[in-house]
């Protein structure tokens, strides 16, 4: 199984900052043949189900807002929240879909400083 | 829009069995371009993938760790999916959810939409 490692474990972030989450696999999610990182970004909120922010490492699922982005290749990936807002507050999972069992990270709880 | 809706809380000791349904609408269930997901997700921890079935043709795939005592099954006529997880133990205690995945490879089979989630309390 590909396993996913996520950095920092929490964080805490005053409003209106911003909040790196890394993830990293231990085997490239890049796949050749389309170019494409099988990487997905989900938003947790307490006591709800995960969201889909982000998809191929970098496009932003509909109606995410534009201060979530998704970067990287390979084996590093980020997801950055700029302008943090009170409804941000969540745990973040990355998740890849390149190899079967699909597999996520650890989750990086993100709060309010 | 699409919607996927699961039963209650359950509670259930050691050596039981548990079936939780999710039921969908909104969209169209028997597709050869969809599969239904079940993942848990123990309390601080990230979700883990269970196993999926498709309403179209009846496919199934088990997680390792379920693929003696899990079985998935759907009712096309109410959209509806089923998890029967059998020989319950402690760690099994979790919030279960069911979740939309595309099929095909290279649209990505990441999960977009998901159910509420169903807790599962497993003790003596």
């Known amino acids: 199984d590909i396993v996913l490692t996520q950095s920092p474990a929490s964080l805490d972030v005053p409003l209106g900052e911003t909040a790196t989450i890394t993830c990293k696999s231990r085997?490239?999610?890049?796949?050749?043949?389309?170019?494409?990182?099988?990487l997905a970004w989900y938003q947790q909120r307490p006591g709800q189900p995960p969201k889909l922010l982000i998809y191929?490492?970098?496009t932003r699922d509909s109606g995410v807002p534009d201060r979530f982005s998704g970067r990287g290749s390979g084996t590093d990936f980020t997801l950055t929240i700029t302008s943090l807002a009170a409804e941000d507050v969540a745990v973040y999972f990355c998740?890849?879909?390149?190899?079967?069992?699909?597999?996520f990270g650890g989750g990086t709880k993100v709060q309010i400083k | 829009q699409i919607q996927l809706y699961q039963s209650g809380s359950e509670v259930r000791k050691p050596g039981a069995s548990v079936k939780i349904s999710c039921k969908t609408s909104?969209?169209?269930?028997?597709?050869?371009?969809?599969?239904w997901n079940w993942l848990r997700q123990a309390p601080g921890q990230g979700p883990e993938w269970m196993g999926w079935?498709?309403?179209?043709?009846?496919?199934?795939s088990y997680g390792q760790d379920f693929k003696d005592r899990l079985s998935l099954t759907t009712d096309t006529s109410t959209k509806t999916v089923f998890m029967d997880l059998r020989g319950l133990t402690p760690d099994d205690t979790a919030v279960y959810y069911c979740?939309?995945?595309?099929?095909?490879?290279?649209?990505?089979?990441?999960?977009?939409?998901w159910g509420q989630g169903t807790l599962l309390s497993v003790s003596s």
């Open positions: 979740a939309r995945q595309n099929s095909d490879f290279y649209k990505g089979r990441f999960f977009d939409f």
């Open positions: 085997q490239s999610l890049l796949y050749s043949s389309n170019n494409k990182n099988f």
């Open positions: 191929w490492a970098s």
């Open positions: 998740q890849q879909y390149l190899d079967h069992p699909p597999t």
């Open positions: 079935i498709s309403a179209y043709n009846g496919e199934k």
């Open positions: 909104g969209h169209t269930f028997s597709t050869s371009e969809i599969r």
